[in-house]
């Protein structure tokens, strides 16, 4: 059913063992613990600790290699060919998740900055203020990727960037959540972030899994985008304040408040220029131009009079010969 979740107080390695079939999940997000004693993070962070919940699970340093590669095994058996790994981390332990990774026939796709603000604070070096972001793909079949669900592929700013490019950058910079007063697990992940990930590689009705549900930010999101759930916490404490914030939402509670795109792909994308074509846009470009005197804005009108996307025409005119004489 759209918008459910099956959510358990256990060890992700052994939950997802008992309740999750082979090649069957559409996509996986998920945090895992970082190694390097989450309990005393508040020190870093400058941060007031009674409001967080006790009880983080930790993994010792020696057991993260074998942990990494247990839980990371168990994500590939599960999700379904052509589904997507995202896999957030600090910079810590991040070789032992990339070389469980590796031992994995999945697919690397992208490797993503995650830059945040309130980093962690030092005077002799610089501050760190960013999480790595591993985005993987099982081989086997079509990888569902909405290129165009959030910003169309027209869709300029103010200064005639394109959106769509700008939102596909692999470096994401989305601020932490400031919640003042409200009870929250350590670390959890901002919810524009989860939503990102969720539009551009999963649809409507698609099964995610989060193997470290912490604050259950992943579960809440699945809800709200009419996605179906499954998760573990192993801290019961966490569990158990969390599960009932999920008890009372509502499926599909973020979709109203979601950007509408203007998806139009322009009509001739993909096709092969003809030589007539290619032609009538050098006239087309240089009446144009010599009226304007401005190359991009000259490209953005000939965008709509050729159904072509800006960086097809502007690769058609760099190879002509020097048609603006500059
Ligand atoms: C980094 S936090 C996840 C934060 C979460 N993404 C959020 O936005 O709130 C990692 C969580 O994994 C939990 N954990 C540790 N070992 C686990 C295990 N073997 N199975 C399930 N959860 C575990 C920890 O208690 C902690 O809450």
Redesign the pocket.
Known sequence: MIGSYQLYP????EGAHKYIADNSVDLII?????GIE?NKLHRHYHRHEEKVIN?????PREKYPSFSNKWIKEAERILRPGGSLYV?SGYSNLADILNALQKTDMEEKNHIIWKYNFGVHTQKKYISSHYHILYYTKPGAKVTFNTYTRFGPAEKDNENGSLNYQDREDVWIINREYKTGEIR?????PTKLIIKIMQYSSMEGDLVV?????????AKVAIGLNRKIIG????KR?YDHHIKEIEILKPGYLIPNLRESNGKVPVNQRKRWSEPERKKLKKRFLEIYKKIKHKRETIRILEKEFGRGYFSILNQIERMDNPIGD
């Open positions: 256990s060890d992700c390695i998920t945090d895992p613990p970082y989450a009880g983080y699970v930790e993994i957030i697990n350590k670390n959890e992940l989060d193997f470290f549900l912490g604050g259950f930010s992943t573990f916490e192993v801290n966490s």
